[in-house]
């Protein structure tokens, strides 16, 4: 595995019209309505979409943090007061830092990553699979609500 290939991953599983498997995080989304995004089963503890797609703003920044050789303080976007729009617009930001820097700088996939106990290629990997896991739940969370 190639840190190209991850990168090319995570842009398949997160631009529009590329899918990794089917739909991508971003096909997903798009044309969502805030009352859509905000909106939440009557039974148990569900995030809504809004609230899943600033979970993984909140990845993202961690990974970038450790890109740009920062000390990551995880912090949870879920209760953000933004509009979704401006959700939208945080979440591609994130990603295109991370991919800028990804294509940017010089990582040796095996290397740890400092102060944590995975490598890059697992950090990375994980960054990946955390968008694919997610985006599953925003699908599920759009077929409840039949769109």
Do not use: R
């Not at 295109?96 to 996939?109: G, H, P, T």
């Amino acid at each position: 595995m190639s840190k190209e290939w991850i990168v090319k991953a995570m842009e398949m599983a997160f631009q529009e019209d590329k899918g990794l498997w089917a739909d991508s995080l971003l096909d997903a989304i798009k044309g969502l309505s805030s009352e859509q995004a905000n909106w939440k089963p009557d039974k148990g503890d569900i995030h809504s979409i809004s609230e899943i797609v600033n979970h993984i703003i909140s990845g993202k920044k961690w990974i970038l943090s450790l890109l740009e050789g920062k000390k990551p303080a995880y912090e949870e976007e879920s209760k953000k007061s933004v509009t979704w729009e401006d959700t939208i617009k945080e979440l591609k930001d994130v990603h295109e830092k991370v991919i800028k820097l990804l294509k940017e700088k010089d990582i040796d996939l095996d290397a740890k990553v400092p102060e944590e106990e995975s490598t890059w290629g697992e950090m990375l990997f994980g960054v990946l699979a955390h968008d694919c896991y997610h985006l599953g739940q925003i699908i599920i969370l759009k077929g409840l609500q039949e769109l």
